[in-house]
């Protein structure tokens, strides 16, 4: 059993350091310890350096963090992510009783806790959780949680949402099987109830669980109880069938028909891992009504992703029809809408998007070529998708004359560019050469 554990951060340098090495044992032993930098100003990640088998940035969040994480190459080769607190301490062989627990054929589960501080009845807080946990199937990120990347990858990683990822991730999961509640107990830090109130601890933590228990949305309750949740955002992937001779047919002359269609493949693969990297909210993806691959199958049963088929029409009224969709009914979340034609498009750009909508009725990454790359709404606005002639150099600014006419507020963040034509392709080879140290830009026919 191969095994990665995953440590979310942000400036926690002197307890990353001292947890890191407690894990060295378990580094001898083969497993790996991926650390991801949450934007972090204290050391952190200068003391994950030389501990860590891999340190990775990503948008502030924790599920942001987590789900970074379990896209490392590192952990796609694992069979078992364990997430870990960097105030959490694993017991002696941790990956042995982990394996142990999945032999009898459990797909998760998490360790009991122990909770290390000043005041007395701590332990019975500790024997409260563990207790709650068993019977009612649900494990909080404390006890760090383990899970098999394939089951993870299933129900679509931690859920893009400001506090109780860890709830919500465990509650998919037990649809699926309940968990292996081991007995070993990981020691996690009691600064919480030591540096707030014990009491007022327990009062907060109740009134959150019971809060969210009744229907409150994540969201609403890190604002209530004074956090600051990064903006949310749902993302539609707009993809046209990775299919030779259908598939990038502007490519077909350098990359051939079949070139072109992997090259179509690896650039949705490519958007839809930023896009779920990102965490800003539910991925989905839309595909061209006239032509479906089994990948869209794949995706869907393996990965948890949702395919839709787009309306037929011109792009506009495929968009159009997108937005208007998930703004019915009224109060769904902000929407953002891609194509899969951008390879340089981070999770930092997801996430300015989603951010830019709090204060704007649309946000925008224009193309170097005259189109768009990015949109994101926080309504419907149909009228913005009509009479524009797509692929032009005038999209970007027939769009623009749309908003303008319907008083719209939008904001535009730095332009990107596409991959339409063989320049296009040249340029994204050679930055993956600059990136990886290699001397020439691939051509594949």
Request: glycine share 8%.
């Amino acid at each position: 059993m191969k095994l990665a554990v995953v440590i979310p951060v942000l400036n926690e340098a002197p307890l990353l350091a001292d947890c890191l090495t407690a894990l060295e044992a378990l580094r001898a032993r083969g497993v790996v310890v991926i650390v991801v930098d949450g934007g972090s100003e204290d050391g952190s990640v200068a003391a994950a350096q030389d501990r860590a088998d891999a340190v990775v940035s990503a948008p502030r969040g924790r599920a942001a963090q987590l789900n970074a994480g379990a896209c490392h190459p590192l952990a796609r080769a694992a069979d078992v992510l364990l997430f870990l607190h960097a105030d959490t301490r694993l017991p002696l062989r941790a990956d042995e009783a982990i394996r142990l627990g999945m032999a009898r054929g459990a797909v998760w589960g998490r360790f009991n806790v122990r909770i290390a501080g000043r005041h007395p009845l701590l332990s019975v807080v500790a024997s409260m959780m563990n207790w709650r946990s068993c019977s009612t199937g649900i494990a909080t990120g404390d006890q760090a949680m383990f899970v098999r990347r394939r089951v993870f990858q299933s129900v679509g990683g931690f859920p893009s949402q400001a506090l109780m990822e860890d709830i919500e991730l465990s509650a998919r999961l037990r649809k699926l099987a309940r968990p292996v509640c081991l007995r070993q107990r990981v020691t996690t830090s009691g600064r919480r109830w030591d540096e707030q109130g014990f009491w007022q601890t327990v009062w907060l933590m109740w009134r959150l669980r019971s809060a969210y228990a009744r229907g409150v949305p994540a969201q609403k309750l890190a604002t209530r109880y004074g956090y600051s949740p990064r903006a949310a955002a749902a993302v539609a992937i707009m993809a046209k069938a990775p299919v030779a001779g259908v598939a990038k047919t502007r490519l077909s002359g350098l990359l051939g028909p079949a070139g072109a269609a992997r090259a179509q493949r690896g650039f949705i693969l490519r958007t839809l891992d930023t896009a779920r990297r990102a965490s800003i909210g539910p991925v989905a993806l839309q595909y061209d009504v006239g032509v479906y691959h089994r990948l869209f199958s794949l995706l869907s049963e393996r990965c948890g992703v949702p395919c839709v088929a787009q309306v037929q029409g011109d792009l506009g009224r495929r968009m159009s029809a997108v937005t208007v969709d998930h703004f019915f009914p009224v109060g769904r979340a902000t929407l953002i809408i891609v194509g899969t034609d951008c390879p340089v498009l981070t999770p930092a750009h997801f996430q300015a998007a989603a951010d830019a909508l709090i204060d704007n009725d649309a946000v925008f990454i224009p193309a170097e070529d005259g189109g768009y790359v990015l949109v994101g709404m926080r309504r419907a606005m149909p009228q913005v998708f009509e009479r524009v002639d797509w692929s032009t150099p005038r999209t970007m600014a027939q769009t623009r004359e749309r908003l303008s006419q319907i008083y719209a507020r939008w904001v535009e963040l730095p332009a990107l560019w596409d991959v339409d034509m063989p320049a296009d392709w040249m340029r994204w080879q050679t930055l993956q050469a600059q990136t990886s140290g290699q001397q020439k830009p691939a051509v594949t026919r």
